[in-house]
């Protein structure tokens, strides 16, 4: 069965075979997606990358391609940088370039985080067509709640516009901050959350990257309750940050409660794939993708995580 | 008796028949404006779409276009994003295009209100000319007395002039707020209204929204006072802002007599709509239309709300 | 005797007769201007248009073009908003735009005053050739001291240019404001007020609106120094502040004594002329007009307020 | 011997002859620049041109152009309104448009300086073109220290490049202020006014204007010391600032000191001219003149002052 | 063995060429980077070039520009001014313009450090192609951690970009800085340093400055802990900054083994080099090289430094 695009009328005419083209290839023809974040060398600086229990080769930048180009993944989300360096030898990957990205050095007790902009999104098209590269789309980041909350939601609605016009998709990581918002809980404060969502889909992203509340008790309970946040996003998908690594079959119940009970079309997960040595990185990346993107159970995704099976598509 | 517009000198030779149209699709051909408001999923987040009395349907974002295209209303005002996703469709709905919006999570102890523009007038002409869809005008924020009572002023000024220059028709919802306003009550402050309504005036906009003092007492006096408002619109027309649930009757009783005793040219109306299951939905907005745009009493109105009548234009 | 004007350099050779027409219009050829000043609904609220002692009939904008129509002034000054929605009807009204403007519900404790410009050069242009308005020139406040000097500076002095550059005159209000200038009496200083009528000639304004030491006792004296104020100004010419409203024949005595004691060119009224019925606004302005333009004696000037006798030029 | 000059590069090379003809006239071909500084308006407001020991006629602001016109100066440094007024009656004026100025309203106790441009540099090219005058070159004031320093090196490097990319010169005022520098003594601290000239030079500015430590005891050997200044500046010239006026022949001594022991290449005077009548204001003027660019000893320079000398060249 | 170039697939294949070019030049065909900073005179004033210890020679402009002509170094990194006067003496000189600087005046305890672009790319591109000088790249400083990391990363994104897109090649200087890090030592602390170089990476740069601990005990387990650092860049390359001066053969070592042990492609000099009279800093500048480029023996280098040996490449 062909995969049905509710494409956006953002999306002109002329566009539009592109945007299908670009949302099938990030979606893997599934309609979900299984993006591999990796944006976490400005955002968390080097604190991915190096420590206890991390494996010295993920220390290497080139770490991250090699797990995108081998695994079976929807698009690896990273910045321009990283594109521009390896992409000469990392071609096949399908990207969406995150434009905006902050460090996480400033902390909210002097002020409200703002990610700014990196590139318009006329140098962004203009890297895609000079660069040759499969580029399906651009993600960004809005703090809703921080005092830069206005200008984040102006860029955010130009490149989501610019991006459909050109025929790529859209990611938006929508995370409440800020002193507004410091005592909410806001990595598991689902209304709020719902609220976010319901954001995204005011600023018309194909897919809006939300928080779930992985410390909430009672995940079976919490995973109907997140419920509301996939409703709130109606037609711009829900897809789960994976947050900090877990146990794999953990992750992978989790994964699946989000699909299955929550509504989630896809997942968004870095430090769960790449926080490994490579084969095992490409393993879970697999595993992923058979729960969230082909319904797979989560004890036929954990045997291909082990190794014991291989995604079938 | 063929309506008669005033149109603004903003609007070229051009435009004028484009503007003239917009308007009188807008209004219904009665120069009064049912406006259906539908902006809250940014500015109140999911607390409206969610809750205790609020039927389960009203989550999921479809419930408005439901809404607007079954009943009978002047326009449905939302942001880009909503349209994009759904206009496909509901193709048949006026769009009034929310330009600007914030969420409700900045408090004004941290930061005065700044409600940012989203896109340039230059994308939403590129937006109407390429989806098709029938947008008649768009919408602004301008929150004066706040510190970027400025920058809004800025937008709202070239906005409304790149609207007309366009043949769109354009409302400003016109708050006062802010740490200096805030000794006052600033939606039962009727001299203070009446100056936001002036201002909105000066700005050359089509219709300005105003809170309208629903918690003062003595209502039937209440309304007299307000026609303090709609005198220093001039020609600008006021439209009140329905606010929260009210009970069907006592809301339609206000919007008479904002019409008739208070000068009121229609209503801008949202969770009063949205915040029940469809059909009744649809029979309050026809309800509310019964009396803003076609002086019908108060009673027949309510009628049309239960089912008992309907609606004759 | 043909009025001698001293065209700035700023006005290019292709439009010095336009600049020429419109001074000569301004100034009723007098080479002085009374400038009716209409601002106020968005720098008052609606303090000026409601309240004891105002007649019902100022509520109404149009009041102001009633006015402005039927009496004999040199241009009438207000919002884009305004001329736009009443022009069609007042077409034969010499106008000026005023750019920017705020309205007064922040206070200094809380933040410096900032006047932002309302619409770009390029659009006040295209709205006088596509209006067809007998629009003569733009009007900008200034407010020097405030933190945000800096920004109008360069939005003032754009706005000169680019208005010269097409022919156009220019006013600008020049304020000393802010919590650096309060403790100076920033109305009555009269150095303080001459230095920013020299800030009004270093930007090459036409002329410069400035207030006038009303308050200070021994109002003769007050009128002898006030030269250091128009001395200051040099070739840029001044006109002062009405501010509010006084007795007529008071009120005329005091432009009387700015311009044959003070050396002011003109004068720049609101309240004293409009916080009347429309009959007695109209003979107030020509009394005005005959003492600012054309040098009757106080005496004579009242008696057309009162009615006694017609205003000849 | 002709005037050797060392034409920058970022003039292109059809400008070159145009930058050299400026260049000449400015430091009437002695590659020094006796610049008549006429900013004061703006930046000390009245303060300078009423008082007591200031002749009445100062307060004219003609009084400047009298004097810039017939005295023996290099450019007359002033801003754009004032040029534009009084231009056509003095065409013969080498004239350095102000591009940068505030008031001395605010203090440093509320907001450090910043001096915001006024003028894109299209537009003072535009001005150059049509006026015909004999603009020779643009002025820009930066306050290195301030919180707003980040604006004006942006301003400031666009606005020489540009200047040059025109064939015009450029000088730069450079002051230290801000609360970052308040505890030391930004006007004779030899050491920081050496790191601002530096600074002028890798900004590339023709000539910088440098505060001279006059307060300081022991002139003779503060002179020898302020050739750290000269020598920071390498091929940017230096030109000290004369502040506050002082008796004729101690300051002649001074700027034949800055001459010939500091190895300043000019000076920028304005007070020490204008605050006298215009007859010894333009005697004054030339006397500067003949120690600054001929090298005559103070003595001589003095006649000239007194009138019993005339300058010859 | 020709060198094999990494192009990043921000460079149009119609630029690559020239891309190359300026790389070999930069790198004297090694790879690796010898870059001569001299950005000092605005981010240290004139605090490096006056003192005890430093040659009167130094004070001179021009010091910079004769070592940079006849030593043997890969890029000369400065100011546009100081190029734009001195270039045309010195047309052989491969120039790396740093964009932005600000002085060390403001200190953090007022305001984070914000170091602004001077001019766009388009105003470099200009010079470059009209001066003709040999301009191979440009320099970009960027805080991460300071309350202006948003505007700084802003305007690196697009100067690394643009610089690509017209062949020429990038350097970051990148610093953790600011209020929010004041608790970390910013210049010791490794793992703070690999995040600003992974960073660097992320924006696309081709080398990436860092500090280097020299402060830190145990300096050859320090080296192979800042593997970390040139690990995280990646493909980007990391070069050190050098610092205060320090005796020569200790530079030496330090330098030796930070290409040898911690990976790093190059370094980036100063003080190290021009805080001596010319010829020593020739000599040393060659003794640089020679670790830095051709891998000689930390004894074959320093007797370079003294005159005892020649630099062969």
Chains 1, 2, 3, 4, 5 share one sequence.
């Not at 206005?150 to 459909?164: L, P, S, T, V």
């Not at 409440?176 to 809980?185: L, S």
């Amino acid at each position: 069965m062909a995969l049905k695009i509710n494409t956006p009328l953002t999306v002109p005419k002329n566009k539009q075979k592109t945007y299908e083209k670009n949302y099938e290839i990030a979606t893997r023809g599934t309609g979900r997606m299984m993006m591999f974040a990796g944006d976490q060398k400005v955002e968390h600086l080097n604190n991915d990358f190096v420590g206890k229990n991390i494996p010295a080769e993920v220390a290497d930048p080139e770490h991250y391609f090699k797990i995108a180009s081998q695994a079976h993944i929807g698009a690896f989300a990273t910045q321009i940088g990283l594109i521009s360096r390896y992409g000469r030898d990392y071609p096949n990957i399908p990207y969406i370039i995150k434009i905006n990205s902050k460090t996480n050095l400033m902390t909210e007790r002097f002020q409200d985080p703002f990610s700014n902009r990196w590139l318009p999104m006329r140098l962004i098209n203009d890297f895609k067509e000079k660069s040759g590269l499969n580029i399906v789309g651009v993600g960004y980041t809005v703090y809703i709640g921080s005092s830069f909350e206005a200008d984040m939601f102006g860029q955010a609605a130009r490149i989501i516009y610019k991006a459909h016009r050109q025929g790529l998709i859209s990611v938006i990581w929508m995370y409440p901050r800020g002193k507004a918002v410091k005592d909410r809980d806001e990595k598991n404060d689902i209304h709020l959350l719902a609220g976010g969502a319901g954001v995204g889909l005011t600023l018309g992203t194909d897919f809006v990257k939300i928080h779930y509340p992985y410390d909430l008790p009672g995940q079976n309970e919490v995973a109907k309750q997140f419920r509301e946040v996939t409703t709130a996003a109606g037609r711009t998908k829900v897809i789960c940050v994976g947050g900090s690594k877990k146990s794999p079959k953990k992750y992978l119940k989790l994964l699946s409660d989000q699909i299955k009970i929550s509504g989630a079309q896809g997942n968004a997960t870095g430090r769960n794939i790449y926080q490994r040595p490579l084969e095992e990185s490409i393993r879970m990346a697999n595993a992923i993708s058979a729960v969230s993107l082909y319904d797979y159970s989560v004890e036929d995704a954990y045997k291909i995580y082990t190794g014991e099976k291989k995604l079938k598509k």
